[in-house]
């Protein structure tokens, strides 16, 4: 028996619980990409200290936080479809802050990359829950707006973590090396991994103080989870929708991962900035440009939802991979910081439209006692194309195109497969998606209004 099967039913949210709930929510998505994040200011003092490749890096970056955090994903999601989603939530939340902290006791590549794993397993836990509370208590006419609210916990984590990171780095850097009692001396990027572990445990009190919504009933099996194989049936039957979802997701994802992790190392090593001069720039950049580009995305699929168009959400997301791939291939090919900039705002802005429309596109599509399970997979198959891929496509591009001479030019590479490719996958499935999610909706209008008599 599941717990929502043993307990009686909870509850609709009020709109103050469920707001709380979003913002606490968008805090420990922001907690968790500035601890995954801040690898990417300290790519140059890692190196030398450990002795490290760019390659090694881009593994440290990507493959090793994504190793776990993509299988993980899948029963994690399982999981928030049957027990308490805050609950897991706050647990993902103390483990990967446990693992955060590790990363500072590391003396190795070896050690690094266990310690990046454990990261990648705890923040599995966060967003397939997130996404199936979040889908519970709000409306679907404000799930774009919603989703984008959340996932500014990209832009504003990885804006965080590049602003006050770097300012971390820099100061921790000026006052010199560290010694703790057992442990010994560390390295400032030692004590900086140590130093964004440690708000972990008041956002998990915060987690804890949510309140759980309501999950709806399936319509076809008047349950409130389906097993492991009616999903895939599910997703098989549907292919077209979700593969479209999946792969223009996961072909963002290169260049989005691309771009963070390796516009810090291009400006240091291209015009000479410091740790923290290429973290404010950055760090603002996301913070304002992507957090705006999340918002206007959510508001103008909302929008387009209002007037009668189911395929709003992946409609937006084609439009982008139209709009950003210019600007976004251009930027890293600029000859001063000036034009880099310039060019870069707008690249940033355009492609964050994207992120709350694609999860709001997957729940959508998905029966309600799908949803944590195909956010999970949405997840896993993201950070499989995006973040794996990504985090070692630009020195794998530098390494066997240009000899390892041009960071550049390799950016500049993958941002154009990687948004072009996004734009046209998106197209393929977006008549398929708009005729899906219309008829899930007209499910759950169906069941809401025999509840109501």
């Known amino acids: 028996m599941t717990e929502t099967e043993a307990k009686p039913a909870a509850q609709t949210l009020t709109p103050r619980q469920a707001n709380y709930a979003l913002v606490v929510f968008l ?34 970056q990507g ?36 693992a955060t902290a590790m990363c500072g006791f590391a003396r190795s590549f070896s050690m690094l990359f266990l310690a990046r794993i454990g990261v990648g397993v705890g923040e599995a836990a966060l967003s397939p829950a997130a996404h199936s509370f979040l889908s519970s208590a709000f409306p679907r006419e404000k799930l774009g707006r919603t989703m ?46 140590l130093a964004v572990a440690a708000p972990g445990l008041l ?53 989005g991962y691309s771009l963070a992790g390796w516009y810090p190392a291009l400006m240091q090593r291209n015009f000479g900035l410091s740790a923290g001069e290429a973290g404010t720039i950055l760090g603002l950049a996301y913070a304002v440009m992507g957090s705006l580009g999340l918002v206007t995305g959510g508001m103008l699929a909302d929008r387009l939802a209002k007037k009668g168009y189911f395929d709003s959400n992946q409609r937006v997301v084609t439009w982008v991979g139209a709009a950003v791939v210019l600007p976004a291939t ?3 090919l600029m000859p001063d910081m000036t034009l880099l900039v310039l060019l870069m705002i707008p690249s940033i802005f355009l492609f964050y439209n994207f992120f709350g429309c694609s999860i709001a596109a997957i729940q959508l599509a998905s029966p309600p006692a799908m949803r944590g399970t195909n956010s999970a997979i949405y997840l896993m198959i993201n950070s499989f194309i995006g973040l794996s891929v990504g985090s070692v496509a630009a020195p794998l591009t530098n390494q066997y195109l240009f000899g390892g001479e041009d ?10 497969i990687g ?11 977006l008549r398929a998606y708009g ?11 169906q069941q809401t209004q025999a509840a109501a008599a």
């Open 27 to 60: 805090l420990a998505y922001v907690l968790s990409f500035v601890d995954r994040q801040i690898l990417a200011l300290m790519v140059d003092p890692i190196r030398q200290d450990l002795g490290l490749s760019d390659v090694q890096i881009g593994l440290l």
């Open 63 to 98: 493959l090793a936080f994504a190793i776990l955090y993509a299988v993980m994903g899948l029963p994690f999601g399982m999981l928030a479809d049957r027990i308490s989603r805050r609950k897991i939530i706050a647990a993902g939340v103390v483990f990967w802050s446990v």
């Open 148 to 193: 984008a609210i959340y996932n500014l916990g990209v832009t504003g984590g990885t804006g965080i973590a590049l602003i006050i990171g770097g300012a971390v780095v820099q100061l921790i850097a000026s006052s010199g090396n560290v010694h703790l009692p057992i442990v010994g001396e560390l390295r400032a990027w030692q004590t900086a991994f």
């Open 203 to 255: 956002v998990m009190l915060l987690v804890l103080g949510t309140r759980e919504p309501p999950r709806q009933i399936d319509s076809r099996t008047g349950k409130h989870t389906v097993p492991l194989g009616e999903v895939f049936r599910n997703l098989w039957t549907n292919r077209r929708v979700f593969l479209s979802i999946y792969l223009s997701a996961g072909m963002f994802g290169i260049y």
């Open 330 to 332: 251009l930027t890293p």
């Open 407 to 416: 960071l550049a030019k390799s950016l500049a590479v993958v941002a154009a």
């Open 419 to 429: 948004c072009g490719c996004a734009g046209l996958f998106a197209f393929w499935g």
């Open 435 to 445: 005729q899906l999610a219309e008829r899930q909706a007209a499910l759950i209008a």
